[in-house]
Nanobody, 126 residues
Framework: QVQLVESGGGLVQAGGSLRLSCGTSGRPSSSFTMAWFLRAPGKEREFVAAVGSSGSWTTVADSLKGRFTISRDNAKNMVYLQMNSLKPEDTAVYYC???????????????????WGQGTQVTVSS
């Protein structure tokens, strides 16, 4: 059974940084395309970033480019989201997601991901 567990969330002041981590178990993370999504209060879940199974490609939501970076370490079965220059509007629950062989056309679509973590809260104070 595949499980994803996020960590690293918390309270940070605007302008600060956080690194979220997502650990996979049950199968090697190298089997999966991995992604991060967020759900802000009162809003739908939205795409943040994704990384290919080998780490050979990454993609980040246009609105977050330059501040957020996704990476992975398959030897550790971990995926990371580095968040810099955080803003109050980044406040959300952040979710890790995974699935095998997600096509490029669907990487930003939450329906493409079968496995999800429980989420980690990020709160950015002004």
């Amino acid at each position: 059974q595949v499980q994803l567990v996020e960590s690293g969330g918390g309270l940070v002041q605007a302008g600060g940084s956080l690194r979220l981590s997502c650990g996979t178990s049950g199968r090697p993370s190298s089997s999966f395309t991995m992604a991060w999504f967020l759900r802000a209060p009162g809003k739908e879940r939205e795409f943040v970033a994704a990384v290919g199974s080998s780490g050979s490609w990454t993609t980040v939501a246009d609105s977050l480019k330059g501040r957020f970076t996704i990476s992975r370490d398959n030897a550790k079965n971990m995926v990371y989201l580095q968040m810099n220059s955080l803003k109050p509007e980044d406040t959300a629950v952040y979710y890790c997601a995974a699935n095998e062989a997600v096509s490029w056309s669907r990487v930003r679509n939450e329906a493409a991901y079968h496995y999800w973590g429980q989420g980690t809260q990020v709160t950015v104070s002004s």
